[in-house]
């Protein structure tokens, strides 16, 4: 059974650093696109950025030149570092992953179980 685990996550004062790591495990013949999403409390799911198995990014616009996504096909792991944080980035930070288990034939989404980042003084 394929899943994501995420860490990382915690309290940082605003203009700080995060480093957050995702980790997928299970019998996987493939993984397509990974990405972050985030959930600030009374507002919907947002997307912060996805990475192909090719290595293109996009991102939010609220995060471009702060955020950097990276992504290791090998380990199958999907980091996200968080420069320069604000208050408004604070929300639970969600891995997302379109994967392959063995035997299904075709991708379909999977959800970690989410990461509260809290930024604040």
């Not at 899943?3 to 203009?15: D, I, M, N, R, T």
């Not at 999907?78 to 604000?86: E, F, G």
């Not at 929300?91 to 509260?116: I, K, R, S």
């Amino acid at each position: 059974q394929a899943q994501l685990a995420e860490s990382g996550g915690g309290l940082v004062q605003p203009g700080g650093s995060l480093r957050l790591s995702c980790t997928a495990s299970g019998s996987i013949v493939a993984i397509y696109v990974m990405g972050w999403y985030r959930q600030a409390p009374g507002k919907q799911r947002e997307l912060v950025a996805v990475i192909t198995s090719g290595g293109s990014a996009r991102y939010a616009d609220s995060v471009k030149d702060r955020f950097t996504i990276t992504r290791d096909n090998a380990r199958r792991t999907v980091d996200l570092q968080m420069n320069s944080l604000k208050p408004e980035d604070t929300a639970v930070y969600y891995c997302n992953a379109e994967m392959e288990p063995d035997g299904v034939g075709y991708g379909t989404d999977y959800w970690g179980q989410g990461t509260q980042v809290t930024i604040s003084s």
